[in-house]
């Protein structure tokens, strides 16, 4: 699904010709499986019929896949998405410097009523006047009067007492009193099950979603906290659905996409998932999911992939965090090296690396003599910090 494409300078049917025509391929091969897996010709393809879930107290019924637009450059590809019948976009203040924003405020002229759009502060937005500026900044470059679900960005285990800070409480209530926002909600990457409980133990249940990175590697205790968090009616929305979207060659020309997609959906605890559609290839393979359902084939094939990425893909549970006696910020150094390789996303990478301190970034690591830092997956932090040096600082 991550694949580094863009289209730009041409018009709205060479566009979109391109885009279905570009990727039509039969996945064959791969120890007999050919005949059971097969994608449709651009010719024959059909978008499927919208499928719905309500996001918990929000009431919205959105659609199973939705689209997250954080790594769309054009607006023509959420355009289709749109008029094909998802009606939730998933951005952020941060994303592209502001201007992916920008993007998703094209691809809603003459359909906001139909759509329901997130975004989210900064996470060093703390401050009431700081918050009530992203929002103002962001109402701005969607060019519309309010934002559905508005959301704290990049919650961790450590830091999850912000969802009781008072001054975030203030801006948020002033800002749905003043009709700007509706909804409130939260993101988090690492730690994710100390933050969903967090919320559910919170007696005002101040927040109405949260957003999780959830895929068939996630652990036993972040399954665990998302069905409490949907049971008490916190709307859950999965992202990082393709567990890296790792180009590992061992599944020949099959996909893992579809398979991974229809994982998380089979969760009925996950409203929707939003995964990241740069391009109307990625568009049509993920919305063609909604009404299938997740069979043996999908097992198979998330077991070849899983074996393959299982020596360098993170879990980003930060439990190596507390084993490094300089608290080097492991696990966002490791979702950065997943940004680089895994989505081909090198910008998005390096943006997101110069954001962590750099008494704890992998160059804090050249001082120690040997790693004592242990991943409780297996993984080698020292060869992963090496590398993130060598990539990205």
Same mark, same amino acid.
């Given at each position: 699904m991550?694949r580094?494409?863009g ?7 060479d566009f979109l ?21 097969e994608y ?14 309500t996001?918990?107290?929000?009431g919205?019924?959105?659609?199973i896949v939705?689209?997250g637009?954080?790594l ?26 502001? +201007?992916? %924003?920008e993007?998703?405020?094209k691809?809603?002229?003459g359909k906001r ?8 502060? +900064? ?10 500026r992203?929002?103002?900044t962001?109402l701005?470059?969607?060019?519309t009067?309010?934002i ?11 830091n999850?007492?912000?969802?009781f ?6 801006a948020?209530?002033?800002? +749905?009193e003043?009709?700007k926002?509706?909804f409130?909600?939260?993101?988090t ?9 967090a919320?559910?133990?919170?007696r005002d ?6 957003l999780?990175?959830?895929n068939?590697k ?8 998302i069905a409490r968090?949907a049971q ?12 890296g979207g790792y180009?590992?060659?061992a599944?020949g ?5 579809q398979?991974a997609l +229809?994982?998380?959906l089979?969760?009925?605890?996950i409203t929707?998932a ?5 391009d109307?290839?990625e568009l049509?393979e ?6 299938m ?7 198979l094939i998330?077991?070849?992939?899983g074996?393959a990425?299982?020596?360098y893909?993170?879990?980003?549970c930060g439990?190596c ?5 300089k608290?080097?910020a ?6 950065c090296?997943?940004?680089?390789e895994?989505y081909? %996303? ?6 997101t690396y110069v954001?962590i301190?750099a ?9 120690c003599?040997?790693?004592v830092?242990?991943?409780?997956n297996g993984?080698?932090?020292a060869k ?7 990539l990205?600082a």
């Amino acid at each position: 699904m991550y694949r580094e494409k863009g289209y730009s300078g041409i018009n709205r049917r060479d566009f979109l010709k391109a885009g279905l025509a570009g990727t039509t391929s039969a996945l064959i091969g791969w120890e007999g499986l050919a005949n059971a897996v097969e994608y449709a010709s651009a010719e024959s393809f059909a978008f499927p019929v919208p499928v719905y879930r309500t996001l918990g107290r929000t009431g919205l019924k959105i659609t199973i896949v939705s689209f997250g637009a954080m790594l769309t450059p054009e607006a023509e590809v959420i355009k289709v998405a749109l008029d094909h019948g998802v009606n939730y976009v998933d951005t952020a203040r941060r994303y592209m410097g502001g +201007k992916n %924003e920008e993007i998703v405020a094209k691809a809603l002229k003459g359909k906001r009523d139909k759509v329901y759009v997130a975004t989210k502060t +900064k996470p060093d937005s703390h401050s009431k006047e700081a918050m009530m500026r992203d929002v103002e900044t962001s109402l701005r470059a969607l060019e519309t009067d309010y934002i559905d679900v508005i959301q704290l960005h990049n919650l961790t285990g450590d830091n999850k007492d912000r969802i009781f800070n008072p001054e975030t409480r203030e801006a948020f209530i002033k800002l +749905k009193e003043q009709g700007k926002v509706r909804f409130f909600g939260v993101t988090t990457h690492k730690g994710q099950a100390e933050v969903l409980n967090a919320l559910v133990d919170d007696r005002d249940r101040f927040f109405d979603t949260a957003l999780v990175g959830y895929n068939f590697k996630s652990s036993t205790a972040e399954k665990e906290a998302i069905a409490r968090a949907a049971q008490a009616n916190i709307g859950i929305i999965a992202m990082k659905t393709q567990a890296g979207g790792y180009d590992t060659g061992a599944l020949g020309p099959i996909s893992p996409h579809q398979a991974a997609l +229809k994982w998380a959906l089979q969760n009925t605890h996950i409203t929707a998932a939003i995964p990241g559609m740069r391009d109307m290839a990625e568009l049509r393979e993920d919305i063609a999911v909604m009404g299938m359902k997740f069979g043996y084939l999908d097992k198979l094939i998330l077991k070849r992939y899983g074996a393959a990425v299982k020596h360098y893909y993170c879990h980003l549970c930060g439990e190596c965090e507390s084993t490094c006696p300089k608290g080097v910020a492991i696990s966002t150094i490791n979702r950065c090296l997943m940004y680089k390789e895994g989505y081909k %996303e090198s910008g998005l990478a390096r943006s997101t690396y110069v954001e962590i301190p750099a008494s704890i970034s992998a160059s804090a690591c050249l001082d120690c003599p040997g790693c004592v830092a242990r991943c409780v997956n297996g993984l080698d932090i020292a060869k992963k910090m090496d590398r993130a040096r060598r990539l990205l600082a």
